[in-house]
């Protein structure tokens, strides 16, 4: 059973930058294709980042706006979601999903960490 923890999140200021880890357990990460998304109370889950098992890369350009890169590390099981010029509208618990199938950039996903608050003060 994989296992997913995201690390990483915290409050900042607008125009800071941050960067999200997130740790798999449990599998063969380098065979797992990884996405972010992010969720704000009362409002549905949003796709924000993908990278494929080969390291290709896909953004949600009306989430990020060129601002956040995924990558990821298969020597350290990790993926990263680095965040630039962030905005207040950026405050969000993210979370970060996997699967070994491929899938639409937004999923479905099968696994799923627990989250990290993103909080992005003005």
């Known amino acids: 059973q994989l296992q997913l923890l995201e690390s990483g999140g915290r409050s900042v200021q607008a125009g800071d930058s941050l960067r999200l880890s997130c740790v798999v357990s449990?599998?063969?990460?380098?065979?797992?294709?990884l996405a972010w998304f992010r969720q704000v109370p009362g409002k549905e889950r949003q796709y924000v980042s993908v990278?494929?098992?080969?390291?290709?890369?896909?953004t949600n350009t009306d989430v990020a706006k060129g601002r956040f890169t995924i990558s990821r590390d298969n020597a350290k099981s990790t993926v990263y979601l680095q965040m630039n010029s962030l905005e207040p509208q950026d405050t969000a618990m993210y979370y970060c999903?996997?699967?070994?199938?491929?899938?639409?950039?937004?999923?479905?996903?099968?696994?799923w960490g627990q989250g990290i608050q993103v909080t992005v003060s003005s």
């Open positions: 999903a996997a699967t070994s199938r491929v899938v639409a950039a937004d999923g479905p996903y099968d696994y």
């Open positions: 449990g599998g063969m990460f380098s065979g797992l294709r």
């Open positions: 990278i494929t098992q080969g390291g290709a890369t896909s």
